[in-house]
Nanobody
Framework: QVQLVESGGGLVQAGDSLRLSCAASGRTFSTYKMGWFRQAPGKEREFVAAITWTGSSTRYSDSVKGRFTISRDNAKNTVYLQMNNLQPEDTSVYYC????????????WGQGTQVTVSS
């Protein structure tokens, strides 16, 4: 199993920045990719960004491209999401998740961290 714990959420104003962290423990060697997702009240969960665990391949949703940056520190088993120029529409609960193999669903999820952006 893989345990994921997110942190770093909070209440900010539009234009501010936040950095989310996702600390992984357990069978992290079995992880292929780590992703960030978010879910706002009354909306479906949506993909935000992803990064391969051992490589440098990244992918972003169009809504955050150019504002958010995903990175990882393998020595700390931690994945980060740097969020700049936050907007009210970024308000959501942010979750990190792990994908065991290419094409497989994300199978382990953290508990989420709330990000609220006021206008």
């Amino acid at each position: 199993q893989v345990q994921l714990v997110e942190s770093g959420g909070g209440l900010v104003q539009a234009g501010d920045s936040l950095r989310l962290s996702c600390a992984a423990s357990g069978r992290t060697f079995s992880t292929y990719k780590m992703g960030w997702f978010r879910q706002a009240p009354g909306k479906e969960r949506e993909f935000v960004a992803a990064i391969t665990w051992t490589g440098s391949s990244t992918r972003y949703s169009d809504s955050v491209k150019g504002r958010f940056t995903i990175s990882r520190d393998n020595a700390k088993n931690t994945v980060y999401l740097q969020m700049n120029n936050l907007q009210p529409e970024d308000t959501s609960v942010y979750y990190c998740a792990s994908q065991p193999r290419p094409g497989y669903p994300y199978d382990y999820w953290g508990q989420g961290t709330q990000v609220t952006v006021s206008s």
